[in-house]
């Protein structure tokens, strides 16, 4: 079975030159530095951070430009994300990975493309996240630069201490322009660094706004998740390990149907590259083993029969590596919980000699998991409703046992129905 892994790593490898090549082309609108606006299309990706640069054509027929923060002044996908130029002034502390030496205070001045969340009048409302963290900045009339909101997170004297200072520069707005308003003050101070709740406190302070961010168009027909149901072969193998008397002779592969349900929910509908996918499904292993052995005067032999029922819960990371509406050929990762019951853990054995005798052990390997982790990886088609996938997962202990145990392995060929896609 490892061989078969290989193969699978390799097939990844290859795949993986297909998809740095394929294009996600959305209508867009891009603004020079001189103010010309062109019509075209932005190849639209998984941004996990904001963009510096973007490919740019005005025909889907020909060959992108790529421009950067220093051509462009601002750019459009057309009905789900705007990015527009700023130099502003960023914030360095990691407040991820909370400071115990004190305040971090350290920040640089960049020129960055800004993703507008809220725009009015007097506030705007934007945001920029880079490999450190996301940040929110808020643009007021009658000023040039936007202004970070800041929130530090340190520790002082083995407390945790959280400053929240946008709650002040959010509150000074709410008295400049809503004055008298008693319930945004209120909202105000319990207001979380959310992106979503403090869009919504610029909402209030303008009185009245045009939102930004919209739903994204989907590549899903218009639905955020897709369920499937489907079924498989498992080509399952447990193999015993260490000092036990099987350990090597029962290493064959066993046949089995399998069952499965899931929900895919991708990271960005409109691009549909990163996949999150929640499956469950349902599997049975078995193996036997045969020893005879001869000691002159007697002879003995042992039969071992072992059979697993399995239920296992896999959160995935789907890669789509071709990325069509009706055609994704796609690539995954993840990690499996699996909850396993034992109907059959036997070993039988007979002696022969002048006097015959048997026993029989129903309770042979100890210490099994009930609940037990595995990892997986995965690679398949999906056509229209139709997915095909083969999922490889490597060997795992499902024994608590140091010296003597059983590991669990299989690879699966699966057929998904999508019920909602």
Known sequence: MTGKFTCLVLLFCLLSLFSSAQKNLKDAVVVFNNADTTRGFIDYKEWLTNPASVLFTTDKNKAGTRYTVAELNYFEVTGMVSYQRHTVRVSLSDDGLVNTSGKDTSTEIRTVFLKIVEEGHPLSLFSYKDDIKQRLYVLEKNHATPVELLNSIYMVDGELKEEKQYRSDLATWAVKYRAGDNLIGSQINSVGYYTNDIAGIC????????????PAQTLYDGSAFRVFVGG??????????GNDRFAGKNSHSFYSPLADIGLDIPLNPAVGKFIFRAQLHIAWYKTDAYIFQDYGQYTEEYFFTFKQQNIQVAPQILYNIYNKKEFKWFAGAGAALNFSSYPTNKMYVIRKSSSNSDATNNNYINYLRT????????????VRRLELSMAYYPKASITQSAGAGIDNSSLQLRLNFYLKK
Request: proline letters at 0%; aromatic letters at 8%; one cysteine or more.
């Open 203 to 214: 909402r209030q302070i303008n009185g009245s706004t045009r939102q930004v961010v919209k």
């Open 371 to 382: 609940a037990w982790l595995n990892f997986c990886f995965s690679t398949g088609v999906s």
């Open 232 to 241: 498989g072969i498992n080509s399952g193998a447990l193999r015993l390990e």
